[in-house]
T-cell receptor
């Protein structure tokens, strides 16, 4: 089955700097890659996603890139703010709807 | 749309007791998922349904766990008997084939003492 590896497990950056989180997946048939943000004590919420026919997608300060050949995708957050502090999960979908999640990255933005 | 609704939000029970978690998916979503989240194991898919039919239950840890979806608007996850190692946050999520990603419920924090 699909396996998703996420790195780093923790990331600390200064406010205003950029943050990058990387994920790799194992099954080349995976076709959809969402990213979720989970604040402490809350539910995971979808923040951005990318499909396998697209190489990059951007939404304001966040962007996701996909390299199908290398089977990895990344989340980029620019001009980080304190409210960006959270746990971020990547995921990969194989077939109809089943998502496999990475282990998560705890992002801390230092003022 | 009220989103995915789970109940209860918190459950504390004694080892050996039966626990039932409930979920109401978003109307029109034909997929429903049960996930368990712990610090050690992250987000684990337990089971998912399509059009009320269980499709993949390979993540259900053992026979003590069972899940049902009697209709399109309701699902339950039952643990009988419960054990301390079942303590976790259990999330329900729903999606549609045309939609993007999942919508998660607020979760049920289960503590078995």
């Amino acid at each position: 089955g699909e396996n998703v590896e996420q790195h780093p497990s923790t990331l600390s950056v200064q406010e205003g700097d950029s943050a990058v989180i990387k994920c790799t997946y194992s099954d080349s048939a995976s076709n959809y890659f969402p990213w979720y943000k989970q604040e402490l004590g809350k539910r995971p919420q979808l923040i951005i996603d990318i499909r396998s026919n697209v190489g990059e997608k951007k939404d304001q300060r966040i962007a996701v890139t996909l390299n199908k050949t290398a089977k990895h995708f990344s989340l980029h957050i620019t001009e980080t703010q304190p409210e960006d502090s959270a746990v971020y999960f990547c995921a990969a979908r194989l077939g109809a709807q089943k998502l496999v999640f990475g282990q998560g990255t705890r992002l801390t933005i230092n003022p | 749309d009220a989103g995915v609704i789970q109940s209860p939000r918190h459950e504390v029970t004694e080892m050996g007791q039966e626990v039932t978690l409930r979920c109401k998916p978003i109307s029109g979503h034909d997929y429903l998922f049960w996930y368990r989240q712990t610090m050690m194991r992250g987000l684990e898919l337990l089971i998912y349904f399509n059009n009320n039919v269980p499709i993949d239950d390979s993540g259900m840890p053992e026979d003590r766990f069972s899940a049902k979806m009697p209709n399109a608007s309701f699902s339950t996850l039952k643990i009988q008997p419960s054990e301390p190692r079942d303590s976790a946050v259990y999330f329900c999520a729903s999606s549609s084939l045309q939609g993007a990603g999942y919508t998660f419920g607020s979760g049920t924090r289960l503590t078995v003492v």
